[in-house]
DNA sequence: GCACATGTTGGCAT
DNA sequence: CATGCCAACATGTG
């Protein structure tokens, strides 16, 4: 589920269940996800009020009145649960508030992580010190990409799902970014012209903020309590689509990149 | 049984 | 030190 878009939908939909409440309890269920809880999570968070939420990257951030953060990662397969009827195997980590409402974050493979850490500090947080600008902030320019790509070699695909670079895309919105652009994946990331560069920033914009919107759009289908999230894999131009037409007519193709798959139009993709 | 999956990172070679 | 590339993590789905 999670790349930006996908957590960006999910602190939305936890801003009305926990904004402004204060945390009755938090239970974490096993030892770990992709690592320990902190071990002094449930007394940190019971009794603080959550005061605000929000995100960097693909990491969904939860504030409260004690100057901690909660810092909560989905890994591949993590999502949150509103108000589930009962706990199931893979709910690792639940709270509950004061007015009854109760979110489960819910992660079979666990690769998600959850930290605590003084919020004061989150910049010094491990996962953050070297992460690139946001790709929706001001920062990320063609001007920045021009000067942050310069004499690598590694392909454009590569290069864009390095959280040092740009700091949120995955896998899937790599692809249908350099598919708007017109560039292919395999380009090496310092040959790429600056209005190249140019239209490759407005594409990555694009696409994440039609996925945004496309998420908001089944936002209040969100806080069911299957944790299921209203998706928009039907707007993939080429992602999942290997053997279908591109909207030019040529088949879309699959290759393997660093171990993952790139989907890609040979015709549309230079 | 097999292939594949939205992420991250430690290790190794260059 | 920088860069590029891989395997590994754990579970589920088709």
């Known amino acids: ?3 930006l878009p ?3 939908t999910t602190v939305r939909g936890l801003v009305p269940v926990l904004q402004g409440q204060r945390v009755k309890s938090a ?3 096993r030892a770990d996800l992709r690592w320990p ?3 002094d999570l449930r007394q940190r968070l019971t009794g603080a009020l959550i005061t605000g939420l929000g995100r960097r990257a693909k990491y969904g951030l939860i504030d409260t009145d004690r100057g901690d953060t909660l ?3 989905l890994g591949m397969s993590g999502k949150w649960r509103v108000d589930p009827a009962e706990l199931g195997a893979h709910d690792h980590f639940v709270m509950e508030t004061e007015d009854g409402r109760r979110v489960a974050l819910n992660d079979p493979r666990r690769f998600g992580s959850v930290d605590l850490v003084r919020t004061e500090a989150l910049a010094a947080y491990k ?3 070297a992460m690139g600008p946001e790709p929706l902030g001001n920062a990320f320019t063609a001007d920045y990409l021009k000067i942050a790509l310069r004499d690598r070699s590694a392909s454009i695909k590569l290069l864009l799902l390095d959280q040092r670079i740009v700091a949120g895309l995955g896998n899937i919105y790599v692809c249908e970014a350099l598919h708007m652009a017109g560039i292919s994946p395999r380009t090496a ?3 790429i012209s600056k209005p190249r560069l140019e239209a490759l920033v407005q594409a990555i914009r694009n696409v994440l903020v039609a996925a945004i919107e496309a998420g908001g759009s089944s936002l209040r289908d969100y806080a069911r309590p299957d944790g299921e999230l209203g998706y928009f894999s039907k707007e993939w131009r080429v992602y999942g689509r290997e053997g279908e037409e591109c909207h030019c007519g040529a088949l879309v193709r699959r290759r393997v990149d660093g171990g993952r798959s790139t989907f890609y139009c040979p015709t549309c993709q230079r």
Request: aromatic content about 14%; proline content about 19%.
């Open 1 to 3: 589920m999670p790349e």
């Open 6 to 8: 996908e957590v960006e």
């Open 27 to 29: 239970e974490t269920r």
């Open 37 to 39: 809880f902190p071990p």
């Open 71 to 73: 810092i909560f990662h």
């Open 127 to 129: 996962p953050f010190i």
């Open 189 to 191: 990331g310092g040959r």
